[in-house]
């Protein structure tokens, strides 16, 4: 029986990235590994993120795709959009309707990397 996934992201600056992703994104740290810290899990209400170190990015943000790192499904993401704008995340998409009926937004980390968050749609 499958229980849950947790999207790795991967980092070049743990500790800036940790302190993004908890200040600006609202995740709290579940645990921080390692002497030098390299690794940890990150949570906002029932979504976990794992956040680890790298010394080459993994993907290259720089060739022009918008790949997306992690997907989470909110309940409300007009209300998370505005928390996220007032803590300071930089949204890449602001909140809009898909033809896939959700409406989602996306934000980017200090990494370029892009998590999507999105709602269904009314019915």
């Known amino acids: ?5 947790i999207p790795n992201i991967f980092v070049k600056d743990f500790q800036a990235a940790l302190a993004y992703y908890t200040e600006s994104l609202g995740f709290r740290p579940l645990f921080v ?3 030098t810290p390299f690794y940890a899990h990150v949570a906002r ?8 170190h ?8 720089a060739a022009g795709e918008a790949l997306l790192s992690a997907f989470v499904e909110v309940s409300d993401v007009n ?3 505005e ?5 300071g995340a930089h949204i890449w998409q ?3 309707d898909e033809p ?11 990494d370029g990397n892009l998590i999507s968050f999105a709602s269904n749609l009314a019915t």
């Not at 029986?1 to 996934?5: H, I, V």
């Not at 209400?45 to 680890?52: H, S």
């Open 1 to 5: 029986m499958l229980k849950q996934a």
């Open 33 to 35: 590994y390692g002497e």
């Open 45 to 52: 209400d029932e979504a976990i993120l794992a956040i680890r």
């Open 54 to 61: 790298v010394t080459r990015p993994v993907i290259d943000h």
């Open 79 to 81: 209300a998370l959009h």
């Open 83 to 87: 928390s996220l704008q007032e803590a």
């Open 94 to 96: 602001a909140p809009r």
């Open 100 to 110: 896939w009926a959700m409406r989602s937004l996306i934000v980017s980390d200090l």
